[in-house]
């Protein structure tokens, strides 16, 4: 693993050792809690894995109001990409906030993967690929489809929402069933209470 010298070169933000699980917390606390729609301890252990893994661009299907890719960027991934059908203002403040660094193209998955077929929308080679949209097992399927073949061999696809719960269930909840169908024997799962949420990373 290169040391944090060799890391500052390529990091955008280098203010902190986001390896510290410290410094990850006062990041949740004072700039993500109430934005970012996640289980806090399972976004602070997803965005460490992110750091250590050295995730430089991001795909973000699902942004709502802008706190995911708001963490992303905090820990300097050099890109955010997010889709959405409605445009929040909160995520009008990341691209005054964030600049040349944060992407947002309204719509869906679909009318993504169109518009950069076509070449109306330019992209990176993603390594990261967040599903966080329709959580209904057709559309997250077709999320993941319409996607993946943007990340580079060896990138990683996250799910939220992954857990089989009755309260998953009850709110018409599916990702689990994909998440079961394409994870990976390596797949990392950040899981907390088992009823609400959980993060699932696996790779391509």
Request: proline share 1%.
């Amino acid at each position: 693993m290169r040391t944090r010298k060799e890391k500052k070169s390529d990091r955008l933000v280098t203010t902190k050792d986001y390896s510290l699980i410290s410094n990850l917390t006062e990041l949740w606390e004072t700039k993500l809690k109430g934005w970012a729609w996640q289980v806090d301890k399972e976004f602070i252990a997803l965005l460490q894995h992110m750091y250590i893994k050295d995730v430089k661009h991001v795909l973000e299907v699902g942004c709502y109001a802008g706190g995911t890719a708001a963490g992303f960027l905090e820990i300097g991934v050099q890109s955010v990409t997010s889709i959405d059908i409605v445009k929040r203002d909160k995520v009008k403040q990341l691209e005054v906030d964030y600049k040349d660094r944060f992407t947002f193209f309204q719509g869906t998955s679909t009318d993504f993967k169109n518009a950069a077929m076509s070449g109306e929308v330019k992209t990176p080679r993603f390594d990261c690929l967040f599903i966080d949209g329709d959580h209904s097992y057709d559309w997250c399927k077709k999320d993941y489809e319409n996607l993946v073949s943007m990340v580079a061999p060896g990138g990683m696809v996250i799910f939220h929402d992954v857990v089989e719960s009755d309260h998953h269930k009850q709110q018409g909840c599916n990702v689990y069933k994909v998440w079961n169908e394409i994870k990976s024997d390596d797949a990392v799962l950040f899981v907390t209470d088992g009823v609400w949420g959980g993060v699932g990373v696996t790779y391509v």
